[in-house]
């Protein structure tokens, strides 16, 4: 029987693209390397994308990444398992310590004792300081009260004293006053003309306002209800002296002119302008 040889007509190059698309001939894919799965940032795209060059079927590829999370699953499940476990232990750990409980509850109980105690003491105290404030506030303004009520009595003596209401007898408070006055007569001759001097009549109604301003807000205070009529006689003989003043210096006709606008100032300083205008007039109807 012959044989015939029948020559492979397949070239060189076609053989070894068959070999290339026969699978059983590439290497095997390395397994999947954890670390992959626990860089910082890890991306499931990312990830996927680095495997393009794997020589690996999408269903093998799948496979082991289902294997793969299964795994991590199971390692989950046991660290969970062993945690709850020791959870559990401790319990048992525990037991026995509910004297050493008591103790600290029973010191807490007396700690919160002890608070509410100084919280007592402190609100105590603290209602003694402010009665002490409001002690030493009250106590100030009764000082201060009777400051202004001293200073008033003074004011009141001396605007007494300067229009010869009441006079007080010391030796040598007399001579000394007078003296004092003929200096003021000798350098002033208009005071001297008209027997009345301007500057002390200014000074006497100074005095006079700065004792009625120093009991502003004290008008219902026992003590300055007493002294109503002597502050009244004060006003009365200074409005009888500027009076007096006024109608010396309209008698002297023109050269008194100045006087007058003088004494005018004066009663507007007492606030008695009302008294100057009365004055005034009594004089035009003469």
């Known amino acids: 029987m012959s044989q015939f040889y029948i020559p492979d007509s397949r070239t060189e190059s076609d053989a070894t693209s068959d070999d290339e698309d026969n699978l059983d001939t590439l290497p095997f894919a390395k397994p999947l390397q954890r670390s992959d799965f626990l860089a910082p940032d890890f991306t499931p795209s990312t990830y996927l994308s680095t495997?393009?060059?794997?020589?690996?079927?999408?269903?093998?590829?799948?496979?082991?990444?289902?294997?793969?999370?299964?795994?991590?699953?199971?390692?989950l499940?046991?660290?969970?398992?062993?945690?709850?476990?020791?959870?559990?232990?401790?319990?048992?750990?525990?037991?026995?310590?509910?004297?050493?409980?008591?103790?600290?509850?029973?010191?807490?109980?007396?700690?919160?004792?002890?608070?509410?105690?100084?919280?007592?003491?402190?609100?105590?105290?603290?209602?003694?300081?402010?009665?002490?404030?409001?002690?030493?506030?009250?106590?100030?303004?009764?000082?201060?009260?009777?400051?202004?009520?001293?200073?008033?009595?003074?004011?009141?003596?001396?605007?007494?004293?300067?229009?010869?209401?009441?006079?007080?007898?010391?030796?040598?408070?007399?001579?000394?006053?007078?003296?004092?006055?003929?200096?003021?007569e000798e350098d002033d001759d208009d005071d001297a003309q008209y027997g009345?001097?301007?500057a002390r009549l200014r000074r006497n109604v100074v005095q006079y306002r700065l004792a009625k301003e120093g009991i502003k807000g004290l008008e219902e205070h026992p003590f300055v209800a007493a002294q109503t009529q002597r502050l009244g006689k004060v006003r009365s003989t200074l409005l009888l002296d500027l009076s007096t003043a006024l109608q010396q210096a309209k008698r002297a006709g023109t050269s008194g002119s100045g006087r007058v606008m003088q004494i005018i100032k004066i009663y507007?300083?007492?606030?008695?302008?009302?008294?100057?205008?009365?004055v005034l007039k009594t004089l035009k109807s003469r």
Do not use: P, W
């Open 51 to 75: 495997l393009s060059n794997r020589h690996q079927t999408l269903e093998d590829l799948r496979a082991e990444l289902r294997s793969r999370s299964q795994l991590l699953s199971r390692e």
């Open 77 to 184: 499940l046991d660290l969970v398992n062993a945690n709850y476990a020791d959870f559990l232990t401790l319990g048992n750990s525990l037991r026995g310590g509910e004297e050493k409980v008591e103790g600290v509850r029973v010191g807490l109980l007396g700690f919160n004792k002890e608070v509410g105690l100084l919280e007592r003491l402190v609100s105590e105290r603290e209602e003694e300081v402010f009665g002490l404030v409001e002690e030493r506030r009250r106590t100030r303004q009764e000082i201060e009260i009777g400051r202004r009520l001293v200073e008033f009595e003074e004011r009141l003596k001396e605007c007494e004293e300067g229009v010869a209401v009441e006079r007080v007898q010391r030796d040598g408070d007399m001579s000394d006053s007078s003296e004092s006055e003929d200096e003021e």
């Open 196 to 198: 009345t001097s301007i």
């Open 268 to 278: 507007s300083d007492m606030e008695e302008q009302g008294e100057a205008v009365k």
